[in-house]
């Protein structure tokens, strides 16, 4: 059936013919009966990656085939989402590798996405996690692929946006726990130059994030509070806690009912940092234990937060320049702040090392910050989208939604190896979405 | 511990409803003609609920072999519920014997042809619920889909008749009517979503009227009104309407 789709920046939104499957059968049924056609999961990709006319949703297919409790493994289809994941592993003393800031994002997504989470610099991105993938390509096949079987599908289909095929299955490995808690700490920093020297002195840390001010100038420049953390032993919890070290708390969800003007956000989350950054008895440091939710998905607990955009939905800029251009991170933040278009907070996170075919991390800085969709705006960031290529940088495709194709050909060093790999198991360009076209990745029909 | 025997577990409604009863801590069977289907959701249900399920084959087409298919379960369960239909292709149907032979057998004579052997096991055991997912499509033969419905309709009859017969064995039959349902069957559909439940509120709807031993019910209420009205509408009238 044609209905409108978008994914979570509600920009843009095209009519789709979405068709779901939950059996192998079917889905090869689906995939051979259209020449185009792009894997969807749970649309939590901010812009066009997973939308195209036809598109063929995994989330039916969402079963748990195989848990290692002793080893932690665990094998599933793909349309399963983390938040199901979670609710499965914590409980016997588990967590995922590596998690996005959302748990509403399915695992074939966090593959497609090789997603990284606040633990990059110490674990990498996803794809370091994966054993194996089965991966259902153009002819029909389904071809499992790993860090040492087939290994050109295996680093075209992670962050590949689903261009190699429809990801099926995955096994994947575990992070040990002992409680469902972390053991946070947060910094106030006074500017830019603060926070980054905070990130190298708390880099043995497992997690960290920053979030910026991006309203201030001057001294107060890049004005932060970075948080960072650990999974909490029991001996960190409190007596109550301790009950049950790896069951969560209670706890209640707003939702947000309908689309709201756009100022409201913004106005949200600067009362969130001022209470934060300026609360009463707030010491230059705090620690305390907190349970894995708030901490790692502390928008989730607002469902729909994306509607705080309004109708015209908003696109999410997230790009990552190496180590040594730290020169640039200033220059384009300056241009953000100036501009005044930009969310209030942006979110800062040094990456590790890592150099994979098509994963956007590389060792360096990313910085994430959202812009509500208005006149004018996409000529704006194709002008920061040159300051990123000047200083050796690149943008993330899963919050893409309107970059040029020559700004991803130069920014991505392996662009024509990976569309080769492509074109090795789709000759026809089976796989495509509205992005792979813009990028001229598949060729535009 | 429970247990519940699911008939036509390959469907969403049914990976729904295996899901709820798995998460009350009841064992959960699951019969589909494919076994192939079943053995992911088996796994599934195993993994995320710690609890047991089988599979077995069970083919609604097949009447001849639902007393050995009964006979052979592991234990008898204390739950049926008949999730199995096929909702075809009426204009298809109307042409095509076989299409319209189809729909009949599943909907009706299948479901028929099973549920009098577990209803007369529970009938025995003076204990037992049976769960039939009807359909709203059943309340009055409408143009479009009126082959499905009349099946329904037939199928409606007999848990209404066999709700009857059985209550004086202390065995309860629950009649849903689920109204439309967002499922792989009717995605080419375009659905009014405001009518329109999930195989989760289908699911939590039958588990919390098995328990409470209501008789029948529709998952989204107005559902109910809907159909008093639909009922209502003088024949001579409704003959005449495109629906």
Known sequence: ?445 | MSTVLILGAGSDMAVAIARKYAREKYNVQLAARKLEYLVPLQQDLQIRYGITATVHAFDALDTASHAAFYASLPVKPDQVICVFGYLGNQETAQDDWEEAQRIIATNYTGAVSILNIVANDYAARKSGTIVGISSVAGVRGRQSNYMYGSAKAGFTAYLAGLRNRLYHDGVHVLSVQPGFVATRMTEHLALPPLLTATPEQVANAVFSAAAAKKNVIYVKWFWRYIMLLIRNIPEGMFKKMKM
């Open chain 1, 1 to 445: 059936m044609q209905k409108q789709l978008a994914n979570w920046g509600n920009y843009p939104a095209v009519t789709c013919d979405e068709q779901a499957f939950s059996q192998d059968d079917q889905l090869q049924a689906v995939v051979a009966q259209h020449d185009a056609i792009i894997a969807r999961g749970n649309g939590r990709c901010y812009g066009d990656a997973s939308l195209a006319v036809h598109s063929i949703s995994t989330l039916k297919y969402d079963k748990v085939l195989d848990f290692d409790v002793q080893h932690g493994y665990l094998t599933c289809q793909s349309g399963i989402t983390l938040d199901q994941v979670l609710e499965i592993i914590v409980p016997k003393g588990w967590f995922l590798p590596v998690t996005p800031g959302t748990k509403n994002i399915t695992i074939g997504g966090a593959i497609a996405s090789d997603v990284h989470g606040k633990n990059h610099h110490v674990d990498g991105a996803f794809s370091r996690h994966v054993t194996w993938v089965d991966v259902l390509t153009a002819d029909g096949q389904t071809i499992r692929c790993s860090h040492t079987e087939n290994t050109d599908l295996f680093w075209a289909t992670c962050g590949g946006m689903g261009l190699t095929g429809v990801i099926t299955v995955v096994k994947f490995d575990l992070k040990k726990i002992e409680t469902a808690y972390i053991k946070q700490t947060q910094i106030k920093a006074k500017n830019l130059d603060e926070v980054i020297r905070l990130f190298e002195e708390y880099k043995h840390y497992t997690y960290s994030v920053a979030w910026i001010d991006c309203l201030q100038k001057g001294d107060a420049f890049g004005r932060s509070i970075l948080i960072v953390g650990e999974h909490a032993t029991t001996a960190d919890l409190s007596p109550k806690q301790a009950e049950h070290p790896l069951q969560l708390p209670k706890k209640s969800q707003l939702t947000m009912p309908f689309n709201l003007p756009e100022f409201v956000l913004n106005t949200f989350t600067v009362k969130a940092f001022n209470w934060l950054y300026y609360g009463k008895n707030f010491k230059r440091e705090i620690t305390n234990v907190v349970p894995y939710e708030p901490f790692f998905y502390p928008l989730d607990a607002i469902l729909h937060w994306n509607r705080g955009y309004g109708k015209s939905g908003f696109v999410q800029y997230q790009f990552v320049l190496p180590m040594d251009q730290q020169s640039g991170l200033v220059t384009i933040l300056k241009r953000i702040s100036d501009k005044g278009w930009g969310s209030f907070l942006a979110v800062l996170k040094v990456f590790g090392q890592q150099h994979d075919l098509i994963s956007f991390p590389m060792e360096g800085y990313t910085l994430a910050l959202d812009f509500p969709v208005r006149k004018g705006l996409f000529e704006f960031l194709d002008e920061l989208d040159e300051l990123v290529l000047q200083h050796k940088g690149r943008l993330y495709l899963s919050k893409d939604a309107r970059m040029k194709q020559e700004i991803f050909w130069k920014s991505y060093p392996d662009a024509k190896r990976f569309q080769e790999i492509v074109q090795r198991y789709d000759p026809k360009g089976k796989f495509r979405s509205i992005q792979s076209d813009r990028l001229l990745l598949t060729k535009p029909q």
